[in-house]
C-alpha cells in the first residue's frame, strides 16, 4: 500500500463511467485487441500443410524440389507475417520489430504525430495516419486469400494429378505449369516480406520527420525563454542564416 501517509493529500485522477473503466480493463487485461487478418493467415497455413502433405507422396521427390522450396520458403515468410501483424494490430504488445519497431502504442503515437506534422507543414488533410499499418490495410487480406486459393486448387490439383511423374519423364506442358506455380509462391512469399518492410519503412521515415519537426518546434520554442533555452540556441548553437529568421519573427508583447 505504500510507505507514504496521504492525510490531507490530493492525488491527481482521470474520472471514468462504468463503462469506460470497463474498456480500460479490458484493455489493461490484454483482450481488447484483434488481428484483422488473423483468418487469412489460418487459412493459408492449412493450405500450406496440404499441400506438403501431397509432396511428401509424390514418387519422385527431387521432380518437385523447386516448388517444395518454395512453399518451405512461403510458410517461413507467413510465420513472419504473423508477428509482424500481430505486433502492429496490437495482439502482441510486448513485440518489437526486427530494428526495435515499437507495438501499436508506439505505431500509433507516431503515426499520429506524423499526420500532425504533415498537416500543419503541408496541409490538405491527406492521411499520412494509416500507412504505417498498411501490412493489415488495404490489399493484405486478398492477397492471402489469393495465394490461399492457387494453393487449394491449382497446386494441389496438380500434384495429384502429377504424383506419379518420374524424373526425366514429363507430360507435355509439365516443366512449364511446375515452373510457373513455383514461381508464383515465390512472389506470393516476397509480397508478404515487402508488406512487412514497407510498414517498417513508413514507421522508420515518420519517426525521424516527427523527430526534425519537434527539433523545430524546440527552436521556435526557445524564443518565449531567453535566459536558458532562447540563450543556448539563438545565442550558441544555430547558424547565423537561423539567427536571422528568428529575428525576424514577430514578437508577441502582450
Do not use: W
Request: hydrophobic fraction near 35%.
Amino acid at each position: 500500500m505504500g510507505y507514504f501517509p496521504t492525510t490531507g493529500c490530493e492525488i491527481s485522477s482521470s474520472e471514468f463511467t462504468d463503462g469506460e473503466k470497463d474498456i480500460m480493463k479490458t484493455v489493461m487485461d490484454g483482450n481488447a485487441f484483434q488481428n484483422p487478418v488473423a483468418g487469412a493467415i489460418g487459412g493459408v497455413n492449412t493450405a500450406i500443410s496440404g499441400v506438403q502433405g501431397l509432396l511428401a507422396g509424390v514418387s519422385f521427390p527431387d521432380v518437385f524440389a523447386g516448388l517444395s522450396g518454395a512453399i518451405n520458403g512461403l510458410s517461413g515468410q507467413v510465420g513472419s507475417y504473423k508477428t509482424h501483424s500481430d505486433r502492429v494490430s496490437g495482439v502482441n504488445l510486448g513485440s518489437l520489430g526486427p530494428n526495435d519497431e515499437p507495438g501499436l502504442l508506439g505505431l500509433y503515437g507516431i503515426a499520429s504525430a506524423f499526420n500532425s506534422a504533415q498537416e500543419s507543414m503541408i496541409g490538405g488533410a491527406i492521411d499520412n495516419f494509416s500507412d504505417v499499418f498498411g501490412s493489415i490495410l488495404g490489399p493484405a487480406d486478398s492477397a492471402i486469400k489469393s495465394v490461399t486459393s492457387t494453393l487449394e486448387n491449382g497446386i494441389s490439383n496438380f500434384i495429384q494429378q502429377h504424383s506419379g511423374v518420374t524424373s526425366g519423364s514429363y507430360p507435355t506442358g509439365f516443366t512449364s505449369e511446375l515452373n510457373d506455380f513455383t514461381t508464383n509462391v515465390s512472389g506470393s512469399s516476397a509480397d508478404l516480406g515487402t508488406l512487412i518492410s514497407g510498414d517498417n519503412t513508413k514507421y522508420s521515415n515518420a519517426l525521424g520527420y516527427v523527430k526534425k519537426f519537434s527539433l523545430g518546434n524546440v527552436i521556435l520554442g526557445s524564443q518565449s525563454d531567453p535566459c536558458f533555452g532562447g540563450h543556448l540556441i539563438k545565442g550558441v548553437v544555430v547558424n547565423s542564416d537561423v539567427r536571422q529568421k528568428l529575428d525576424a519573427l514577430p514578437t508577441d508583447n502582450t
